[in-house]
C-alpha cells in the first residue's frame, strides 16, 4: 500500500518563503508523477506545481508561476516544492498527489492517491 508523508509548511510573512516535500512510501514503481494541489478555504482545489518522473518534465500553476518551483529525487521517491515571495493568498492546506501513469497533469482527477495535508500560513 503505498502511503504519502507531506512535511514543511507552517507559517511566514508576506514575501518570504517555504518548503515542502513529500515522499512516497510503500512499494517499489517508477514512472509515476508527483506534484502538488491545495485548497484554500471556501474555495476549490487548485493545482499548484506537478513533476514527472525524472523530474525533467515539470508543470507550474499560474498564480504561483515564477514564485513556486518544484524538483523531484527519483532516489527517494520525493518531490519538494520550493516557495518564494509568498503572498497572503498562498494560505491553504496543501495536498501532495501521485498518480502511476502519465505525466505531470493539471487535472486532479489523474491523481490516485493524496496525502493528508499540511497547513500553510501566510501573514501580511
Known amino acids: 500500500q503505498v502511503q504519502l508523508v507531506e512535511s514543511g509548511g507552517g507559517s511566514a510573512q508576506a514575501g518570504g518563503s517555504l518548503k515542502l516535500s513529500c515522499v512516497a512510501f510503500?512499494?517499489?514503481?517508477?514512472?509515476?508523477?508527483m506534484g502538488w494541489f491545495r485548497q484554500r478555504s471556501g474555495k476549490e482545489r487548485e493545482f499548484v506545481a506537478a513533476?514527472?518522473?525524472?523530474?525533467?518534465?515539470?508543470r507550474i500553476g499560474d498564480s504561483v508561476m515564477g514564485r513556486f518551483t518544484i524538483s523531484r529525487v527519483t532516489a527517494t521517491n520525493t518531490i519538494t516544492l520550493h516557495m518564494h515571495s509568498l503572498e497572503t493568498e498562498d494560505k491553504a492546506v496543501y495536498y501532495c498527489e501521485i498518480a502511476f501513469q502519465g505525466g505531470p497533469s493539471e487535472d486532479s482527477e489523474d491523481y490516485d492517491l493524496w496525502g493528508k495535508g499540511t497547513q500553510v500560513t501566510v501573514s501580511s
Open positions: 513533476s514527472g518522473w525524472s523530474g525533467a518534465s515539470t
Open positions: 510503500g512499494r517499489t514503481f517508477r514512472g509515476y508523477a
